[in-house]
């Protein structure tokens, strides 16, 4: 005897591929995701918003400089490699000019202390597979300094000096940096995106060009800080 479920599952099945036939592609295609059922559509709709690839760039370790990495590169949607935790450091609070080997390091939960450093559009991650620091933890950014004529700074023994700016509190559950630190600038959802430059300092420290072999290209400007 079948039970009234699976009664209900076998006459839904044949109604719906009557249905079904009636309809356009996209009608199955749209009916298929709702079925499918295993899609966030907050997340798709931030994903969404966040636009295609820049023009001329690959998806790759340069891609989408200062979005939030691990919106993506998260179980869900699941953009492989998945991301442990990932961002991008830019010059200053008014462009989004990047700047090359910063040195991020977390200090996580269990003791764990991790370095990256940043690419020359400013990116750096760790995949799941090199890291797996434990929440929360603490995050400082090791800045390289210029001098004005634009070669590093050093100290008398040769050695790059750096400049450091750490986080305050600590990151509790985002993977992504730009989850806070958006490309929106400062305002009530976001507290800027993370640069090394004060707008004064901007002067005295100056960040060289994109280097030329560069893959990737900074964001658009539009929606820079007003800062
Ligand atoms: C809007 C979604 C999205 C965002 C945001 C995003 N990525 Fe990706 N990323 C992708 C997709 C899609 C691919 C291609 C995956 C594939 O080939 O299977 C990719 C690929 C990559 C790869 C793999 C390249 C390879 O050859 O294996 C790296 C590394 C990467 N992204 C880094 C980043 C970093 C760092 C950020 C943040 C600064 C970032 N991504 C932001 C969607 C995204
Ligand atoms: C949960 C939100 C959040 C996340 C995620 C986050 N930050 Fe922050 N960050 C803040 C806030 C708020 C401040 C300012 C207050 C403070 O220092 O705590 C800040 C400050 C900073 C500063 C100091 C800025 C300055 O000018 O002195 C740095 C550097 C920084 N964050 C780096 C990072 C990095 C790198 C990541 C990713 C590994 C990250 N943050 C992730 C919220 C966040």
């Known amino acids: 005897m079948s ?13 719906l591929g009557g249905y079904v036939a009636r309809l356009g592609a996209g009608a199955v295609l749209a009916l298929g995701l709702v079925l499918g059922g295993c899609g966030n559509p907050v997340i ?78 400013g990116n750096f991650f760790w995949t799941r597979d090199e890291a797996d620091p ?29 400049k450091v700016k750490a986080m305050g509190s600590w ?5 992504s940096c730009a989850g806070c630190h958006s490309l929106t600038g400062r305002q009530l959802d976001s507290t800027g995106w993370i640069y090394c430059n004060t707008q004064q300092e901007a002067a005295t420290n100056p960040y060289p060009p994109i280097a030329e072999t560069c893959a990737g290209k900074p964001p658009r400007q539009k929606g820079a800080a007003s800062e």
């Open 3 to 15: 039970s009234p479920l699976t009664h209900l599952a076998g006459a839904s099945a044949s109604a």
């Open 44 to 121: 798709d709709a931030e994903i969404e918003a966040l636009g295609g690839e820049a023009e001329g760039v690959a998806p790759g370790e340069f891609h989408r400089p200062g979005q939030p990495c691990a919106l993506c590169h998260n179980d869900y949607p699941g953009e492989d490699p998945l991301m442990a935790v990932a961002g991008t450091v830019f010059a200053d609070p008014v462009s989004f000019h990047p700047v090359e080997g910063a040195e991020v390091i977390l200090y996580d939960a269990v003791g764990q202390i991790f370095r990256k450093e940043t690419n020359c559009i």
């Open 134 to 162: 434990q929440f929360p933890f603490a995050v400082e950014v090791r800045c390289p300094t210029y001098n004005t004529d634009g070669t590093p700074k050093t100290d008398p023994t040769g050695k790059p000096i750096f």
């Open 171 to 175: 990151v509790s559950r985002d993977r």
